[in-house]
């Protein structure tokens, strides 16, 4: 077990919710009940956990880290966990986790009416909460928006050689994209895809430095999460960079997911639920505003930033979330093999 996290305390003196019956956690020193939560999300996740708090009269404990050591963590403390939830990024970091046994089933009508059935565990161990779009960005003063590819695929091709930026093999987001392509297309096609991304390729640790890349004319074209160009734009609103859905005459542009579930060895499954209710309802203003995620729940409009500048009216690929965890580990494998970074 790893003790270099830093568990985190916030608290109010505000009375719990009317109707909401639970019992004082363990560790709660306050008037009222305390949510313990281990989180691998870092953005925007304590402005939710304090208007929960605020809103609801709970406290809220978390501990942040590295997704592989939280989930190490929690099967390593079983039931002396304090963890009451766990929340991480990436399809494929929840359903390792719900592999791994880490969550528990929940049974609830709020969470299966406000999250699509794609974006949740079909077991109902775990949920996505907020959507990140993985999909083609270009420097605009470089390349016509007439001649931007609109596939992934298109990215192989001999005429893109030294024009792009990708993501490294060993980021989440990357292997999930592949892992949607292997679905989509089979492993023939997307090894052969693969090979010409690392023909043609610069690569990079971070989705920051690669639209930094792009925006300077180190590159024309490359592949990001939806919200890091957001982040940019907010800062620059002049960075010659702009975003194409892909995939729109096809299977849509592909999508990943921020989730959580309550952990099998939860102290308080109830209070664990309704946190999770709450960010997939009341809270998913909150929750995707600081990092202009696109909301889960299909009712919620997308905060202003992102809808003004990409708009919420583009096909999204409908592949089931689990299915991306599924293939994860065939995405790292044809990646090795096709000698891209």
């Known amino acids: 077990m790893t003790h270099?996290?830093?568990?985190?305390?916030?608290?109010?003196?505000?009375?719990?919710?009317?109707g909401v019956a639970l019992t004082m956690a363990a560790c709660g020193g306050d008037d009222g009940p305390t949510l313990n939560v281990y989180s691998g999300r870092h953005y925007g996740i304590e402005t939710a956990f304090a208007a929960y708090e605020e809103e609801s009269g709970v406290n809220v404990e978390f501990l942040t880290g590295n997704d592989a050591e939280l989930r190490e963590r929690i099967a390593a403390e079983g039931d002396e966990t304090q963890a009451d939830v766990y929340l991480t990024v990436d399809a494929g970091n929840l359903w390792k986790a719900g592999e791994d046994g880490l969550f528990q089933p929940i049974d609830s009508a709020v969470l299966d009416e406000a999250i699509p059935a794609e974006l949740k565990d079909p077991q109902n161990r775990w949920f996505g909460l907020a959507v990140r779009a993985r999909t083609i960005v270009y420097n605009t003063d470089l390349v016509d928006a007439g001649n931007v590819p609109g596939t992934y695929e298109e990215l192989a091709e001999p005429e893109y050689e030294g024009r792009i930026c990708l993501?490294?093999?060993?980021n989440d987001y990357q292997q999930s994209l592949v892992a949607s392509m292997i679905a989509a297309d089979g492993e023939p096609v997307t090894l052969e895809v693969l090979?010409?991304?690392?023909?043609?390729?610069?690569?990079?640790?971070?989705?920051?430095?690669?639209?930094?890349?792009?925006?300077?004319?180190?590159?024309?074209?490359g592949i990001a999460n939806h919200y890091y160009l957001a982040r940019l734009l907010e800062e620059n609103p002049d960075a010659p960079v702009a975003l194409k859905w892909a995939e729109q005459d096809g299977r849509g542009a592909h999508i990943n997911i921020s989730g959580g579930g309550v952990t099998k060895y939860a102290g308080d499954v109830a209070l664990g639920q309704q946190f999770l209710e709450w960010l997939a309802t009341e809270g998913q203003d909150t929750l995707v505003a600081d990092n202009h995620e696109y909301p889960a729940n299909p009712d919620v409009v997308p905060e202003p930033l992102i809808a003004e500048q990409f708009g919420n009216d583009f096909t999204r690929d409908q592949l089931a979330a689990d299915v991306l965890g599924s293939f994860n580990a065939d995405a790292v494998r044809l990646m090795d093999e096709a000698g891209f970074g």
């Open 167 to 170: 993501r490294n093999a060993n």
């Open 4 to 18: 270099r996290h830093t568990i985190y305390r916030l608290r109010t003196a505000l009375p719990l919710a009317v």
């Open 195 to 221: 090979e010409g991304w690392a023909a043609n390729a610069e690569i990079f640790a971070n989705d920051v430095a690669l639209l930094e890349a792009i925006a300077a004319g180190a590159c024309e074209i």
